[in-house]
């Protein structure tokens, strides 16, 4: 029998309680021991009365998991960075492997933690710690382990990507869009994490680190929010041939550097990510030999998560019955350096207002010129005595770029700049091994 001890018995926490109980017959059949939580730590009696979590079951306080020699795992689900890091250092000095969804912790903690488990040998899981049910952790550690990765490229949050999905199929705009997801619940009442891409760099942090096995953490993402995109510009888009998402991306080049980035971007419409639309998430990844894959599905919600918390807790189960803990620990074996995003090149999609006269395209084509910046495409839309002028770039340094735009902003001839949002997806290759 391996036992469990449950900390946090909220939504993705209840949801791991019915999926052992609902599947418990395959479950001990594919594991081969029988798994039951024999402990929760949980403040609302009622909740886990509600789940079945007998009266003796809930501990008092943390000591009483910590200290039951007969718990082997702790699966930890009360998220944030304190007081669950302790109890997880804790837990691991004491000999018992870990299970987390935290994300946040990973992100913030993940070396501190990896150390920690190898040093107690013992097996520390976070497959629900990005994108939820979709298994994404699991083969880049193993199934596409004998692949040198070229890219991660992620729709990571439901949130942001409902909204966008809306927004370009009904032509409203994002506040609107925003208020209607609060109701839905498909948006919390404080979306700032969400709509501003960090939720996002949180788990491009963690691809990124097992990836390309160096560690990167949250202060190395680059991230932009969605929160100036504009109806007009989803219009443009499909116009082009694109579609809007915010992305979550992760590169390494032949150099042996990293970069890892979120914001929103252009994607054909042809791109596998292009057709993930609504509260879906989707991973794509390119490697030296497989070549392109990509896993879609619900990247959130309380049993597609509990399912990867259970996968976990399976795969540990194993390696407790054939004394195997600590095969798979931290993949961050290299230190290779991350690139700032003034030194990487893309495409981009620019889209200003400016006066409506003769020689005004050619004035601002100088300044794009005097600062290595081509132009591929021009739309211009005339709006009165003022004109809007929408460019796609070849691909261009963001340095240059921001020195152009820099000077166009103090031109008598340009009202504003109303947008500039980057390519991606245009570079796809077929040249594997």
């Known amino acids: 029998m391996i036992n469990i001890g449950l900390l946090g018995c909220g939504t993705v926490g209840s949801g791991v309680v019915k999926l052992l109980k609902k599947n418990e017959e395959i479950i001990t059949k594919r594991t081969g021991d029988t798994i039951v ?7 609302d009696r009622d909740k886990c009365f509600s789940l079945g979590i007998d009266e003796r079951m809930i501990a008092q306080d943390i ?19 304190e007081p669950a ?10 000999g018992k492997s870990v299970v987390t969804a935290n994300k946040d912790l990973i992100a913030i903690k993940g070396r501190e933690l990896f150390e920690m488990a190898e040093e107690n040998n013992v097996d520390f899981y976070f497959e ?8 994404i952790i699991y083969p880049l550690k193993q199934s596409l382990a004998g692949n040198r990765i070229r890219k991660v490229i992620g729709i990571l949050n439901g949130t942001t990507n409902y909204i966008l999905t809306k927004m370009s199929r009904e032509g409203r705009a994002f506040d609107e869009i925003l208020a209607e997801a609060q109701k839905l619940g498909y948006a ?12 996002a760099a949180r788990k491009i942090a963690i691809l990124s680190s097992i990836a390309f096995n160096t560690r990167v953490t949250l202060d190395n993402v680059y991230v932009e929010g969605i929160t100036s995109i504009e109806p007009a510009d989803i219009r443009y888009a499909q116009e082009l041939g694109y579609v809007v998402k915010l992305l979550a991306i992760a590169k390494e080049d032949e150099e042996g550097r990293v970069q890892a980035r979120v914001h929103p971007a252009f994607i054909p419409r042809t791109h596998p990510l292009a057709a993930v639309d609504d509260v879906f998430n989707a991973v794509f990844v390119q490697g030296d030999a497989v070549g392109e894959i990509m896993h879609y599905g619900r990247g959130a919600g309380q049993m597609p998560t509990a399912s990867a918390v259970v996968g976990d807790i399976i795969d ?4 407790i019955m054939y004394n195997v803990n600590g095969r798979i620990g931290c993949t961050c074996y290299e230190s290779k350096p991350i690139v700032d995003i003034k030194q990487l090149s893309a495409q981009f999609y620019i889209r ?3 006066k409506d006269r003769p020689g005004v395209l050619a004035g601002i084509a100088g300044v794009f010129g005097n600062n290595n910046v081509s132009i591929a495409t021009v739309l211009q839309k005339t709006r009165g005595d003022m004109a809007e002028l ?7 340094r963001e340095q240059d770029l921001e020195d152009s735009l820099a000077v166009l902003r103090g031109m008598s001839i340009v009202g504003k700049i109303n947008n500039v949002i980057r390519l991606e997806g245009t570079d796809r290759t077929e040249d594997y091994l």
Not at 37 to 43: D, P, Q, R, S, W
Not at 128 to 135: D, L, M, N
Not at 316 to 319: F, P, V, Y
Request: charged residues 25%; glycine residues 8%.
């Open 390 to 396: 929408i460019m796609i770039t070849h691909e261009v």
């Open 63 to 81: 000591s009483e998991i910590l200290d039951d020699e007969e718990i082997d795992i702790i699966v930890e689900l009360i998220g944030g960075i």
């Open 316 to 319: 540990i189960a194993r390696n």
């Open 352 to 354: 200003m207002t400016v």
């Open 37 to 43: 939580i024999k402990k929760v730590l949980e403040k």
């Open 128 to 135: 629900a710690s990005v994108a939820g049910g979709i298994p």
């Open 188 to 199: 919390e009442a404080d979306p700032s994490s969400d709509v501003n891409g960090l939720d």
């Open 85 to 94: 890091f302790e109890f997880i250092v804790q837990a691991m000095q004491k």
